[in-house]
């Protein structure tokens, strides 16, 4: 049978003049209790042992509970607070130290201390409650949290720690100088909460720690959304993102789980993995992010699957030693690059649909930068589709590229492997390689580009066989200056331009073609600009000549002739005059004029 008690500050009949002479009371009688506060202000400290419920008989924050110092309520039993106001400083407003507490429609403010310390194997249940300023603690102990709000906290709203499982459902954390939710070699859920301004992540899992979330919103904060870190585990599922400096962080080995979620509008990155973090992220979309959407760098490794990036600057970003693998990813509407792999790291892009972004792909790095795309679809951009450079790998199965500047790039000492790939209306070319670059493909096929199909200038070399290039404007296949290369079993088709213009270092074992095939020769170096001593002061120039050098009494000179001409912009020829030809002007000038120094 429960035993009812009343607290009155001003008296009646038998009621209690405060709730401590009531607790004395319910004690000696050790059994169930129940006590009914009259509103009022209670500047006392409650110790509760055994099975009693504490209820405010006013309306919420009539019964404040605030003593001087200390702690304000101290449980021990299976204890249940219904409609109080506690108010502490600098100490633990509300402390379980053994069995069960319960805290229904009550609000604790924490000045400077903690407002409720769930002690290890007790077991604390929060329903409709409010949490102000200080931080609530659970420490290996268990719990539930419902319908509840945390304001303000100086540190953690809520940390989860040492082992502790604690579940929480839609509960508002807003405005905590740290982090809203901090999960600790702990286990916790969180289903339908909403965080908001706080100055750190949002939602912290660290240590080994097991975080699940489902069907949360977070906005407004200084940091990541939600961070991953230190081996943390977890599952991370309906996940709406707004305004938030990262949307989701992985790094130091952790791995979650993260699906069918939107991170909108994130002032740097959506997705961002890094120091050897990964992540499972399906079905997501990354929209409008302010640098990177996806960003793996520092050794991270994502596996993303099914995600959608749209809006924003850079789509997908590998770099300084990471990896990523990508499939079936839609990246649309950039500022800047779809995709790009820098510094040593590796990427594979699989079944990916890039469309409306200034460029495609972007390789760049040592000869360990490397990435391998398959199945994927480049349309509508304004430079290059793939560009590679420095001494990165790329290969490319099944590309397609169309409606941009140019197809396929490689340049410096980069290697370009194409296999079964298309590249059509392209405003410059299909596919170019210069510097030193190495380009070998098979089956390429390049339709509609307005200048060349195929083109290698400088010292590049490109091998390639069984590959079509039809109806390019300028040329089918153009090797200009040093670049080199073969062709096999080629064809060249169409009605416009040259078939293959080359430079004789090509070797053009099959090529099948309609259109002219034209050898460059290359053009003879200018003749010498004839000097004439006729007079007493210097020479006579027949012809404008620029940067000439002129000297008396040499056994050698060199002379820098700089020529216009309409075929072309710029001629330049540095031929050395023999000994014998300066000794024969120099002997005539002295001749006639005398020595001259």
């Known amino acids: 049978m429960v ?22 009371a319910a004690a000696e009688r050790h059994g169930p209790a129940l006590i009914e506060i009259a509103p009022g202000h209670y500047e006392e400290s409650l110790t509760v042992r055994g099975e009693v419920e504490l209820t405010g008989m006013g309306g919420p924050g009539s019964v404040l509970v605030s003593p001087p110092q200390g702690t304000v309520l101290d449980a021990f039993g299976t204890v249940r607070v219904r409609g109080l106001l506690l108010v502490g400083r600098e100490a633990d407003v509300v402390e379980c130290l053994g069995g069960t507490l319960a805290l229904e429609h009550t609000e604790v403010r924490a000045h400077g201390g903690v407002c409720v310390h769930a002690r290890r194997g007790t077991r604390v249940a929060l ?40 579940s929480v459902r839609d509960s508002r954390f807003e405005g905590s100088r740290i ?12 289903v339908g909460c909403a965080l908001t301004g706080t100055e750190k992540a949002a939602v912290m899992a660290d240590t080994r720690a097991e975080l699940t979330m489902t069907g949360c919103r977070v906005d407004s904060v200084h940091a990541e959304a939600v961070m991953f870190i230190e081996q943390s585990r977890g599952l991370v599922r309906d996940l709406r993102v707004s305004d938030a400096e990262h949307g989701i962080g992985v790094a130091s080995g952790a791995d979650p789980v993260v699906r069918d979620c939107v991170f909108a509008d994130c002032r740097d990155t959506g997705i961002n993995v890094q120091t050897t973090g990964r992540g499972t992220f399906e079905s997501c979309e990354v929209l409008n992010a302010g640098s990177v959407s996806v960003f793996s760098t520092n050794g991270g490794a994502p596996r ?6 749209a809006g924003g600057n850079v789509g997908v970003a590998v770099v300084d030693k990471a990896r990523g693998h990508f499939t079936d ?69 099944r590309v397609s590229a169309e409606r941009g500047l140019l197809g396929f790039g490689v340049g410096e000492e980069a290697f370009l492997q194409i296999q079964d790939c298309e590249v059509s209306a392209t405003r410059a070319g299909g596919a170019v390689a210069f510097g030193r670059a190495r380009l070998v493909a098979r089956n390429l096929t390049v339709t509609g580009s307005e200048a060349f199909g195929l083109c290698g200038t400088e010292s590049a070399y490109v091998d390639v066989a069984d590959s079509l290039f039809d109806d390019c404007a300028a040329s089918g296949v153009t090797f200009d200056e040093s670049g080199g290369g073969r062709l096999v079993n080629c064809s060249v088709t169409g009605t416009r331009g040259v078939g293959v213009q080359h430079n004789g270092r090509v070797d053009l074992v099959s090529v099948h073609t ?47 002739i700089i020529r216009q001409d309409a075929s072309q912009a710029t001629a330049q020829a540095t031929p050395r005059a023999t000994p014998q030809v300066v000794q024969q002007v120099i002997q005539e000038h002295d001749d006639q004029n005398g020595a001259t120094p």
Do not use: K
């Open 514 to 560: 309609s259109r002219p095939v034209v050898e460059r020769v290359p053009e003879p170096a200018p003749a010498p600009v004839q000097v004439v001593n006729n007079h007493y002061h210097g020479p006579v120039f027949n012809a404008a000549v620029h940067g000439v050098h002129l000297a008396w009494n040499n056994d050698r000179i060199t002379q820098e």
């Open 179 to 190: 982090h809203g939710v901090r999960v600790s070699d702990a286990w916790t859920e969180l």
């Open 127 to 166: 329903t409709d409650s409010v949490f102000r300023y200080g931080r609530t603690l659970f420490a290996g102990a268990a719990g539930t949290i419902e319908r509840c709000g945390f304001h303000d906290a100086a540190d953690n709203a809520l940390a989860v720690i040492e082992g502790a499982r604690v």
């Open 304 to 309: 993303v699957n099914g995600c959608r990036v």
């Open 329 to 397: 990813v839609v990246v649309e509407d950039l500022a800047g690059a779809a995709l790009r792999v820098f510094d040593e790291s590796r990427a594979v892009f699989e079944r990916t649909r890039v469309e409306r972004c200034p460029a495609g792909l972007e390789v760049r790095g040592n000869g360990a930068t490397t990435a391998q795309l398959t199945d994927v679809r480049i349309a509508g951009f304004d430079m290059a589709a793939v560009a590679v450079t420095g001494e990165a790998r790329v290969t490319l199965t």
């Open 3 to 24: 035993r009812r008690y009343v607290v009155a500050p001003h008296g009646g009949r038998r009621a209690h003049p405060d709730i401590s002479s009531a607790l004395r």
